[in-house]
Each structure stands twice: as C-alpha cells, then as structure tokens.
C-alpha cells in the first residue's frame, strides 16, 4: 500500500497474501496485555504440576518395589542355600 497525502488516498502496489487468507485482527484476542483473557480455573493451573508429581512419585514407589523384591529374592535364596535345599525345586 501507498499513501498519498495529497490526496489522502491509499494505493494497493501489490497483492497482500496473508496466512490462511485472512487479515490479522486489530487488536489480538487477549488484548495486548492479556486482560482480555478469561482467568483459568485453579485446578487448570495446577493439573500440570501436581500430575507430573503424581508420576514421579508413582515412579519411585515402583523402583523401590522393585529394589525390595530383589532383596527379598536374594535373601531367601541364601536361607536355602545354606541350609542345602535347592531353590530351583521351589521354583
């Protein structure tokens, strides 16, 4: 576009091609300084966080399980090699 003061008249010089065909807004839809935007509700702000402190949590408990059982397994399996039984007829 041109401007001519003059005659106070805009001149297209060349075709415009916007994204998705379309002119972008006047003024964006949460304002410029997000005061349009309707707040969150307190549980969308804090699902994030406390999901992914759920999974780690979660997370721990397993490798804790798991670290547990093999102990267990290792300790019985010396109880009964000790006292000269085969573990393998157990299994």
């Not at 949460?30 to 966080?49: K, M, R, S, T």
């Not at 949590?57 to 109880?79: H, N, P, Q, Y």
Request: aromatic fraction near 10%; hydrophobic fraction near 50%.
């Amino acid at each position: 576009m041109r401007y001519f003061g003059a005659t106070n008249q805009y001149v297209g010089v060349a075709h415009i091609h916007w994204p998705n065909g379309n002119k972008p807004r006047d003024i964006p839809e949460c304002g410029f300084d997000g005061g349009l935007c309707p707040e969150l509700p307190f549980w969308d702000i804090l699902a994030a966080p406390l999901l992914t402190i759920l999974v780690f949590l979660l997370a721990i408990a397993i490798l804790i399980c798991g670290v547990a059982s093999m102990a267990i397994c290792v300790r019985v399996r010396t109880l009964f090699t000790i006292q000269g039984q085969n573990m393998a007829v157990l299994l």
